[in-house]
């Protein structure tokens, strides 16, 4: 018996009700996961610490949105839809990559040509990725992600107030507003299932941008460049 057979059993879901909860567990220990994994901001030196946050703004400046815009062009249901046009509406409408700007700069953590380079290698496979279209495995990386942001907010807020700046704009509008963010997208996750209900495990074809992003952020938090499991 398989996995999703098991909680179908025992909790009388439907298939893609069990998929999408059997996805979300799974997606929220890589998110445990990787925020046990942060080096400890009482060790990082002021250059460290930088560093991080340089590196988080040349990944998520210039790509959120596109990523965004790519599980659109992927989905297809209406559902789907709707829940990426409001987050993309957000978005643009209240500026967010001005947002990240100010609190960037407020830190003195303007990427460096050396933090551009760092997470160029692993950004370029998640950009790939997303080029591919692929509606499930998209939506599951982006509700991983909008998840993980919530959830690493107060830990960016302390590295960028451990540099002097009072600029918490980013963090505090991202801290809460990610949370409805991330919940929407596992709706359009469970949307987008049902639709094309596959019979294999989620670990067979699910997950490869998760894995992807996993890497990025790993690259992000250290400056060193790797290959996704």
Known sequence: MSSIDSVLVASKETPTEALTDTVKAYLNSITDDLLASLPDADRLTPSERRGIIGRYAAVLEGNFIYWMTGAYLAAGSEEARSIITDNLLEEVRDSHPAM???FVMAANALPTEEDVLAVAPNLLEVRLF???LSAAPIMAMMA???SFIQRFMPYLEDLA????STEDEYTQVHGVCDIGHSEGLFQGLAAELALTLDSREPAEYLYEGVHLLRSLLETTFDGRSRVAA
Not at 161 to 164: E, I, K, L
Request: aromatic fraction near 16%.
């Open 100 to 102: 990240l700007r100010r």
């Open 130 to 132: 997303i080029g591919r």
């Open 144 to 146: 991983f992600f909008e």
């Open 161 to 164: 107030r451990r540099q002097g």
